[in-house]
């Protein structure tokens, strides 16, 4: 069983919506999570980090997480077409990192 | 400029040959990486380092090997590439903080193929 599950898309939203992208994971143990976004061809980047319980925001971005459930998400305001791009939740579970395979997102106009 | 700097971008080269990959970075992080990123699998960690001559394997470290002999360098030694580690592969650095390791600064990438 994959630590930290994603799913893979596409994940298509037209301009101005909302675009949920989801992720659970299955170390109890993890502390620290983590979105970064990744444009094809590039590097990727952090978008938001969370390390308690609820919801953080940060402009169009708010990340919620809920370590009950093992499970942490990504929620992106008025969807605009430069967001298109592969979604990647971390988890830092001990010393080690471990990513999702990702989630594709479009932003179509 | 803080940055993780990564050199070659790009190399190509034949089953056997050895070859070392370059991490270096000007943030004074402790901690350290190196990911490959396979299409589907996403980035799957190689070996990590929590600070000099301390490093550690991660998911995938079969075939690869690593040192940290100062602070701002790690490099990713290949000593007999295979086919299958064709992929491209991510150096990355960050602080330690009290939850764990911190946000991850990411190098540019190599993009490795092995014939």
């Known amino acids: 069983q994959k630590e930290v599950e994603q799913n893979s898309g596409p994940l298509s939203v037209p301009e101005g919506a909302i675009a949920s992208l989801n992720c659970t994971y299955s170390d109890r143990v993890s502390q620290s999570f983590f979105w970064y976004r990744q444009y094809s061809g590039k590097s990727p980047e952090l978008i938001m980090s969370?390390?308690?319980?609820g919801d953080k925001e940060d402009g169009r971005f708010t990340a919620q997480l809920n370590k009950a459930s093992q499970y942490v998400s990504l929620l992106i305001r008025d969807s605009q077409p430069s967001d298109s791009a592969t979604y990647l939740c971390?988890?830092?579970?001990?010393?080690?990192?471990?990513f999702g395979a990702g989630t594709r997102l479009t932003v179509k106009p | 400029e803080a940055q993780v700097t990564q050199n070659p971008r790009y190399l190509i080269t034949v089953t056997g040959k050895k070859l070392t990959v370059t991490c270096s970075q000007n943030m004074n992080h402790e901690y350290m990486s190196w990911y490959r990123q396979d299409p589907g699998l996403g980035l799957r960690q190689i070996y990590y380092?929590?600070?000099?001559?301390?490093?550690d394997k991660g998911d995938v470290p079969e075939g690869y090997k690593v040192s940290r002999k100062e602070k701002r360098n790690f490099p990713l030694i290949l000593e007999s590439p295979s086919p299958n580690q064709t992929s491209l592969y991510f150096c990355?650095?960050?602080?330690?903080?009290?939850?764990?390791?911190?946000?991850?600064?990411f190098g540019p990438g190599t993009r490795l193929t092995v014939l």
């Open positions: 990355a650095s960050s602080w330690r903080g009290l939850a764990g390791v911190d946000t991850q600064y």
């Open positions: 971390a988890v830092n579970p001990d010393n080690d990192m471990r």
């Open positions: 969370i390390y308690s319980n």
């Open positions: 380092s929590m600070n000099v001559e301390v490093t």
